[in-house]
């Protein structure tokens, strides 16, 4: 099992950015995909999840509305893609799967994560 995050880097406060988490050796197509963050010092957080028919997503307080979860389940591929970015969206970005959405992942499906850095 394969999880790979890109599109990380620096960015402008107010600037967008999207992440992308391809992913390979499990049945992507059974499974809700998430992505969490985890700023310095602080516990890992649930970001966004997207269920695996793309029927329902869900978003953290923190980034509903500027933020949006897709997946194309023919590549294989996640992607958050995120407007009006703050400093405090920097942190290090990890995609997970499991079988529905939860800020709880119950699998051991994780990606290696990739940083975010929003800094004028």
């Not at 950015?17 to 963050?37: E, K, P, V």
């Not at 970001?47 to 897709?70: E, L, M, P």
């Not at 942190?91 to 699998?107: F, H, N, P």
């Amino acid at each position: 099992v394969q999880l790979v995050e890109s599109g990380g880097g620096s960015v402008q406060p107010g600037g967008s950015l999207r992440l992308s988490c391809s992913t390979s050796g499990f049945i992507f197509g059974d499974y809700a995909m998430s992505w969490f963050r985890q700023a310095p010092g602080k516990e890992r957080q649930g970001v966004a999840c997207i269920t695996n028919s793309k029927a329902f997503t869900y978003y953290a307080d923190s980034v509903q509305g500027r933020s949006t979860i897709s997946r194309d389940n023919a590549k294989n591929t996640v992607y958050l893609h995120m407007n009006s970015l703050k400093p405090e969206d920097t942190g290090g970005y990890c995609c997970a799967a499991d079988l529905s959405c939860s800020w709880v992942i119950q699998t051991d499906y994780w990606g290696q994560g990739i940083q975010v850095t929003v800094s004028s």
